[in-house]
Nanobody, 124 residues
Framework: QVQLVESGGGLVQAGGSLRLSCAAS????????MGWFRQAPGKERESVAA????????YYADSVKGRFTISRDNAKNTVYLQMNSLKPEDTAVYYC?????????????????WGQGTQVTVSS
């Protein structure tokens, strides 16, 4: 099991930027894919971005393409989500998650370990 702790959330005006971080425990961080998900009130949890263990291959939801960037630093056991040009509809609790599945999993059910979440609020 992987312990995950997110940070970096907060309140930002539309058009602004935030960078989320997710620190993971364990010595095998580079062997599993990492994903960012979000859940707004009254809505289902949705995939935002994902990255494979060694980095390189990434996935983005259409709603964030060109604005968000996922990256990872395996030496620091940390995955990041750089969020630019934020919109009010990006307001949600953001979660990072770890998956042992081969390839680039993108669906929430493919991820076994989850952080506690960090709130992102974008004001108009």
């Amino acid at each position: 099991q992987v312990q995950l702790v997110e940070s970096g959330g907060g309140l930002v005006q539309a058009g602004g930027s935030l960078r989320l971080s997710c620190a993971a425990s364990g010595r095998t961080f580079s062997t599993y894919a990492m994903g960012w998900f979000r859940q707004a009130p009254g809505k289902e949890r949705e995939s935002v971005a994902a990255i494979i263990g060694r980095g390189g291959s990434t996935y983005y939801a259409d709603s964030v393409k060109g604005r968000f960037t996922i990256s990872r630093d395996n030496a620091k056991n940390t995955v990041y989500l750089q969020m630019n040009s934020l919109k009010p509809e990006d307001t949600a609790v953001y979660y990072c998650a770890a998956s042992w599945r081969v390839g680039l999993p993108t669906a929430p059910h493919e991820y076994a370990d989850w952080g506690q979440g960090t709130q992102v609020t974008v004001s108009s």
